[in-house]
C-alpha cells in the first residue's frame, strides 16, 4: 500500500473515532428510566451553592473511560493473575485495598506508554518506512512495561513504608516498655503511645485501637496489625501484646529485648547498605581518578623522553 493509502486508512480511522466519541457523550445518549421517573418523585430540600465544595461537572473524560477502563482492568486480572499479592502489597503500603482500581491504573499507564510509542513509532514510520508488524510489536511492548512499571511502584511503596515502620519500631517498643513498666496496662500503654507519636508504625496502632473501640477484641485487632505490615520483627512485638493481654504477663523485659532486637537489625542494615555504596564508589575511582592520575604521572616522563630523543 502506498503512502497515500496507509494517510487516507489513518484518516479513516481518526474520523470514525471522532464521531464515535461526539454520539456516545452523555447528552446524545437515550435518557434512561430513572432519569424519567426522578421529577416525579419528592425530593430533598436543595442545598445551597455556597455548601456545596465541589460542584460535579455535567461529564468528564474519567466518567465515559470508566466503563471501558473497568473492563480491560478485569481482563488485565485474568491474565496476570497474583490478586493476593496486589491485595498484601496495598496493605503494606498503607493504601486501601482495592485490587480493581489498582488494574484499572495499570490499564491507564500502559495506555500511557503505548500512547508515546505510537507517537515515536508514527514518526519513524513517516522518516523511514519501518516495519509495521516490528512498530506494532514496539507498541505492544511499551503497554506491557507501563502495567509493569505501575506494579513495580506499588512493590518500592511497600518497602518505603516497611522501611519507615522498622526505623520506628524501637522507638515505639521502648516507650511501650516505658509506660507498662511505670504501672500501666497494655491496653493503656497501647493508647498513650499512639497518642504521643507520629508515623507509619503509631498510626498502625491508633488504626488497631480504633476497631477495639468499634467492638472488635483487642488482640484480633493487633493480629490484622500483623497482617497488614507482614514484617517478622512486628509479627513478634504483636504476639507478645496478645499473649501479655491473655495471660497477664509481665512484658517491660520482652519489649526492651524486641527493641534491641530491631536496633542491632537497623546496625546490619547500615553495614550491609556501606557495603554496597563502598563497591559502587569504586566506579568513579576506578574509570575516572585513576587513568587521570596516571595520566598526569606518566606525561611528563614520555614528554621528557621525547625532548632526549
Not at 140 to 162: K, N, P, Q, T, Y
Not at 234 to 241: E, I, P, S
Amino acid at each position: 500500500m502506498t503512502q497515500a493509502g496507509w494517510g487516507g486508512a489513518l484518516g479513516l480511522l481518526l474520523a470514525a473515532g471522532v464521531i464515535l466519541s461526539w454520539v456516545g457523550l452523555p447528552r446524545h445518549r437515550q435518557v434512561a428510566l430513572v432519569d424519567r421517573i426522578e421529577p416525579y418523585l419528592d425530593r430533598a430540600p436543595r442545598r445551597s451553592r455556597l455548601l456545596a465544595l465541589d460542584d460535579p461537572q455535567p461529564w468528564r473524560l474519567a466518567d465515559l473511560l470508566r466503563p471501558l477502563t473497568g473492563r480491560l482492568g478485569r481482563a488485565l486480572d485474568r491474565a496476570l493473575g497474583g490478586t493476593d499479592s496486589v491485595r498484601a502489597r496495598q496493605q503494606r503500603a498503607g493504601l486501601q485495598v482495592d485490587v480493581d482500581g489498582f488494574r484499572v491504573q495499570q490499564v491507564l499507564w500502559g495506555c500511557l506508554f503505548a500512547a508515546a510509542a505510537v507517537a515515536v513509532a508514527t514518526g519513524w514510520w513517516w522518516l523511514r518506512g519501518a516495519n509495521v508488524v516490528a512498530l506494532a510489536v514496539l507498541v505492544g511492548c511499551a503497554f506491557l512495561g507501563g502495567v509493569v512499571a505501575r506494579d513495580a511502584l506499588l512493590s518500592r511503596a511497600a518497602h518505603r513504608r516497611e522501611r519507615q515502620i522498622m526505623a520506628e519500631f524501637p522507638s515505639i517498643a521502648e516507650l511501650l516498655a516505658l509506660s507498662i513498666t511505670a504501672g500501666e496496662g497494655t491496653a493503656q500503654a497501647l493508647e498513650r503511645v499512639a497518642r504521643l507519636s507520629r508515623g507509619e508504625l503509631a498510626a498502625e496502632l491508633d488504626l488497631c485501637l480504633a476497631e477495639a473501640r468499634l467492638g472488635a477484641a483487642l488482640p484480633d485487632a493487633l493480629g490484622g496489625l500483623s497482617q497488614r505490615t507482614g514484617l517478622p520483627a512486628v509479627a513478634r512485638f504483636t504476639d507478645g501484646l496478645v499473649v501479655a493481654l491473655q495471660r497477664g504477663t509481665p512484658l517491660g523485659e520482652v519489649l526492651r529485648a524486641q527493641a534491641a532486637d530491631a536496633r542491632e537489625v537497623a546496625r546490619q542494615d547500615l553495614i550491609e547498605q556501606g557495603g554496597k555504596k563502598e563497591i559502587s564508589m569504586m566506579i568513579p575511582v576506578v574509570f575516572l581518578v585513576l587513568p587521570v592520575t596516571v595520566l598526569f604521572a606518566v606525561y611528563p616522563g614520555v614528554t621528557m623522553l621525547r625532548v632526549a630523543l
